[in-house]
């Protein structure tokens, strides 16, 4: 942060700098008024420069105070004088006293318009400006160097060219060198240095050549003409009693066109500034700062307004970051406003034109030549279709391209990222149930009778033919696959096209005699595929978990046979001493956190690994069956237990306590070591299995 003495030598050039601004500000405020009472409100032109001057005034002091970013200049825009031009025209044909019913409306649009943006603001809305893809904002930045470098250069064609010397190449020359200094990031006060030697450059010529105020603004070598004397309507809010408010209604269309297209293009400007400066903004407080200004102006019918992106530019490229430039700019449209706009008159029009080239030649070099490093060529080839429908057709057909073209071009590319994550079977993957070995052995030998789709993103139209095309391509799906499990865990939303094609995908799975059982999927996806699929055939389980072991049960009772058992637990139960416990069906078994709680074999019962909190049908990390060994990785590494193991059902169970596992080791050495090698075995499965799913996710 500068220190307060270096503030104090800045101050004189930010004062100069936020004259520069304000000049500006008041020319295009100007220039709206004429674009408003043109036609048959020509005549009251002078009351359309007060009103535009007070939001110029109002807007600019607000939004430099109350804004996040130091040296935001704002004021009324463009878009928005078209739109009232719109209704002033519809006022005359439809009104008895159309000044005064587009006063009334201007006035009731400013407040409507205002309170919006306030209220956008305080609901945290301004990050929609996030959601702009960037090839548009690069787009909307070089189309406003265009527009800026045009607009130079037709304020540089008032003289005719017969004042080519004067006016062109002056005018050009400066835009030249003042983006030459942007490019090289000199001071700002080097290019203030050069605007006031430009003027003082005129006027020492002007002098010499006897050319006085009237002819030069008759020539086009300075600004102007502007209305005469004071521009202030201060009875503006009487007309209020004097509009025809029937007309006026006729106009809300317009009214909504305002209440659109000014927070638009907050958003947009705003979005623009962090790129231009590469600085994060508070949009939020953004929309409440300007929507505060454009509601305290409406009642000197002041025009809506919002960022000013090229003018704020200029201000902090000649005075450098702080609020004084746009406080003073405020200060300049308030004298003009009061006094009128003789002062400004002494303004060369190759300066402002000088400014208009300098930004508009700076954003066409950041944002149509060095942003072409940036992205890829389709991306780039619709920043240049924006950049050029921005300078044909308007801003507002600019963006509106880029949104469309930007949002084709990412459903294309994210049509052809894959809806099926993976796909197993239940030879790789299984279920958390932990199984004795000879079920496991068995459901390694016939799990392909079980497949399972992972699908994720969103699902839409194409996406989800590449599911039923997997299906379909699966060799030998007929005859050999029983069951297919489709998980809709991270799939984020899905429209009824997809669920039209799942539609096709059961019909087709009906067919061949495969039971389909949808998994994981949420509420709202949930409510497409009723909608769209019906009951019809498909079991529906709340997550993975539960539908494999389902499947892997059918597949179990399929191959079981009563001269079949469990080899494991009679062998254990045998030399176990310790007396069977019976434990209702919710008590937990290991505590999460208990400190060396010894082993538990499961004699009979299920039971259910799953954090103490949590719901045991919903959210579990594995089922433990007879002749399960609990607690076993806290023994041996003498950690406190890492889940909590609760009862599903009655289980009876044999606690192996610490002590008694230490007299074992001393006067059974044998059984022992038969404990440890039982325990190291299911330890290698559960880490054989954990590797196959990883494999199946490769």
Request: contains cysteine; negative net charge.
């Amino acid at each position: 942060m500068a220190s307060p003495g270096t503030l104090l030598r800045s101050v004189p050039r930010q004062v100069l700098a936020g004259m520069v601004v304000g000049v500006m500000g008041v020319a295009l405020s100007i220039s709206f008024a004429a674009v408003m009472f043109s036609g048959e409100l020509e005549g009251e032109l002078w009351r359309g420069t007060g009103w535009t001057l007070a939001g110029l005034v109002v807007i600019g002091a607000v939004t430099a105070v109350t804004s996040s970013w130091r040296g935001l200049a704002a004021g009324p825009q463009d878009a928005p004088a078209v739109i009232l031009a719109a209704a002033g025209a519809g006022l005359v044909a439809t009104s008895e006293n159309p000044v005064a019913s587009l006063a009334a409306f201007t006035i009731v649009t400013s407040l409507v318009t205002g309170l919006l943006l306030l209220g956008l603001g305080f609901f945290k809305l301004g990050n929609l400006v996030r959601y702009v893809p960037f090839p548009v904002v690069a787009g909307f930045l070089g189309g406003t160097g265009v527009v800026l470098a045009i607009g130079g250069i037709e304020l540089l064609q008032r003289g005719g060219a017969n004042e080519l010397t004067l006016l062109v190449i002056p005018g050009v020359v400066l835009g030249v060198v003042l983006a030459w200094l942007a490019r090289r990031e000199t001071s700002p006060g080097v290019s203030l240095a050069v605007i006031a030697l430009g003027f003082v450059g005129f006027h020492v010529v002007a002098a010499i050549t006897g050319l006085d105020r009237a002819e030069g603004i008759s020539r086009g070598l300075l600004l102007g003409p502007f209305p005469e004397g004071r521009l202030a309507d201060l009875g503006v809010v009487a007309e209020l009693w004097s509009a025809d408010w029937g007309a006026i209604l006729t106009q809300v269309p317009a009214m909504v066109a305002m209440a659109i297209i000014v927070p638009l293009g907050l958003l947009l400007n705003t979005g623009a500034m962090e790129h231009t400066f590469k600085t994060d903004i508070d949009v939020d407080r953004e929309l409440m700062a300007t929507g505060a200004g454009v509601a305290a102006a409406a009642p000197f019918a002041g025009m809506p307004g919002y960022v000013f992106l090229g003018v704020t530019v200029l201000g902090r490229r000649v005075g450098g970051v702080s609020r004084v430039p746009p406080l003073v700019a405020a200060g300049v449209a308030a004298a003009v406003l009061a006094l009128g706009a003789d002062a400004i008159s002494t303004v060369p029009v190759f300066i402002p034109a000088g400014l208009l080239l300098s930004l508009g030649f700076d954003f066409i070099l950041a944002w149509v030549w060095d942003v072409r490093r940036r992205v890829g060529l389709l991306e780039y080839a619709l920043i240049i279709a924006i950049v050029v429908t921005v300078a044909v057709a308007g801003f507002l057909s600019g963006v509106a391209l880029g949104v469309i073209a930007a949002t084709i071009l990412f459903v294309v590319r994210y049509s052809r990222t894959p809806s099926v994550r993976s796909l197993s079977t239940v030879m790789e993957r299984r279920s958390n149930v932990q199984r004795s070995a000879f079920d496991e052995s068995r459901l390694t030998e016939i799990g392909y009778r079980i497949v399972l789709i992972e699908l994720q993103g969103f699902l839409f139209f194409g996406k989800t033919e590449q599911i039923v095309r997997s299906v379909r391509e699966m060799p030998d799906l007929v005859g050999r696959v029983d069951v297919l499990v489709v998980d809709f865990h991270r799939v984020t939303g899905m429209d009824s096209s997809a669920g039209a094609s799942f539609d096709r995908l059961i019909r087709f799975t009906d067919d061949c005699g495969i039971e389909v059982v949808f998994c994981g999927a949420s509420p709202d996806v949930l409510t497409v595929i009723q909608l769209t699929v019906g009951q019809s055939s498909i079991r529906y389980e709340i997550d993975q978990d539960h539908a494999l072991e389902q499947g892997e049960e059918l597949l179990l009772a399929s191959v079981r046979s009563d001269e079949v058992g469990e080899p494991n637990a009679p062998d254990l139960i045998e030399w176990i001493d310790v007396p069977p416990a019976s434990l209702p069906a919710g008590s937990a078994i290991v505590t999460e956190g208990e400190s060396d709680p010894g082993i538990f074999y499961l004699e009979s019962g299920r039971a259910l690994v799953a954090p103490e909190t949590a719901d045991p049908g919903e959210h579990r990390h594995a089922v433990l069956l007879p002749g399960s060994v609990i607690g076993e990785l806290s023994h041996l590494t003498g950690q406190p237990a890492m889940a909590t193991v609760v009862c599903d059902t009655v289980c009876v169970v044999r606690h192996m306590t610490k002590d008694w596992l230490e007299d074992l080791a001393v006067n059974d050495p044998a059984r022992a070591l038969e404990l440890h090698r039982m325990i190291a075995r299911r330890l290698a499965e559960k880490l054989a299995a954990a590797n196959r799913t990883i494999r199946s996710l490769e």
